[in-house]
């Protein structure tokens, strides 16, 4: 028996607590298939952000302690700036009101939100951009989200302020909740990538697990001068139904895609993106008789697959290949 189920099916029961809780922002790929203020300067609102390297930057586990500990300090140097008072250096994070994103209204109230620094970008000319992750705050002040609530996306743009050395900095432009993406409060993994010569994107690789299934996307944004735009929210990277799979389930998989920008094959100046798929599905076979309980025996099937997506003018299209990864 098939056991394919909507995602939005999955979401919903996991806001009345029937899903899965397991809480990573960007699910863990299962493993029984191996596949193979003062015055700005103007060039700091007129300059777009460039682009240093065609590959996503370090995560951060990749990072010596040292390395962690000086973002960390600068992070909260930018989040003192950017927050004042609602800063709380003791969580490293701060309690603010910002735009609920699901209000069409321009002058709707604002809700509180629980605001976390993510990652941040030093560019050439000394300004930085600092990336924020917010998600709903109690009447007590703490995050408070459920498995299936996303992380807002915060970009904020900063000057550095007084002497050089100083650490201190003045907000130039703030973009706050722009987009929805991950699940349990987080956005997921954020990478800075070069999206051509000069421009400079972010890639967040985010997902959700729930009841077993679990989807991985990868979404796409341009980082231009004091604004972001959205080139795509979700390209499908990787599915499974490992934890769902048991002897009743008639095909269990796993497909995951590795992705990387490469020079655009028409000449374009935005990249292209390609993504390399592999994994295997097993399917029951057919005519067996098992005991209750037991594991079947399966058909193993190899699932391998490229595909290429291209800047359109607007959004990044899939032009080669196929996405091979199975809906949920």
Avoid at 126 to 138: Q, Y
Avoid at 152 to 163: D, H, I, R, T, W
Avoid at 209 to 235: M, P, R, S, W
Wanted: hydrophobic share 40%; with cysteine.
């Amino acid at each position: 028996m098939n056991h394919s189920i909507p995602l939005a099916l999955l979401l919903g029961c996991s806001l009345l607590g029937a899903c899965s809780d397991k809480a990573a922002p960007v699910p863990a790929q299962a493993s029984a298939i191996t596949p193979p203020a003062p015055a700005v300067p103007q060039a700091a609102t007129e300059t777009a952000p460039a682009a240093d390297g065609p590959v996503a930057a370090k995560n951060d586990e990749m990072k010596t302690p040292e390395a962690r500990a000086r973002d960390s300090k600068l992070e909260a140097a930018m989040m003192l700036a950017i927050f004042g008072k609602n800063y709380r250096p003791d969580s490293d994070d701060a309690l603010a009101d910002l735009p609920d994103p699901d209000s069409k209204e321009a002058k709707a109230d604002k809700l509180s939100y629980v605001v976390s620094a993510v990652s941040h970008k030093l560019l050439p000319d000394g300004r930085a951009i600092l990336v924020a992750n917010a998600e709903t705050a109690n009447t007590e002040g703490t995050a408070e989200s459920a498995h299936a609530s996303p992380g807002l996306l915060n970009v904020f743009y900063l000057a550095p302020k007084g002497k050089p050395g100083d650490e201190s900095w003045q907000v130039v432009t703030r973009l706050e909740n722009i987009a929805t993406l991950g699940s349990s409060g987080q956005l997921g993994d954020v990478h800075w990538v070069s999206l051509g010569a000069g421009k400079q994107g972010l890639a967040i690789r985010h997902g959700y697990t729930g009841q077993g299934y679990t989807i991985t996307q990868l979404a796409l944004f341009e980082i231009g001068a004091g604004k972001v735009t959205e080139l795509d929210g979700g390209i499908d990277l990787h599915s499974d139904n490992e934890g769902a799979c048991g002897p009743e389930t008639d095909n269990c998989w796993l497909v995951d895609g590795n992705w990387h920008f490469a020079a655009a094959r028409d000449g374009g100046a935005y990249d292209d993106l390609l993504i390399d798929f592999t994994g295997a599905s097993r399917k029951i076979k057919p005519g067996v008789q098992v005991k209750e309980d037991q594991e079947p025996p399966r058909l193993v099937t190899q699932m391998n697959g490229h595909a290429r997506y291209a800047f359109d003018g607007k959004k990044y299209k899939l032009v080669e290949g196929k996405n091979i990864v199975p809906e949920v």
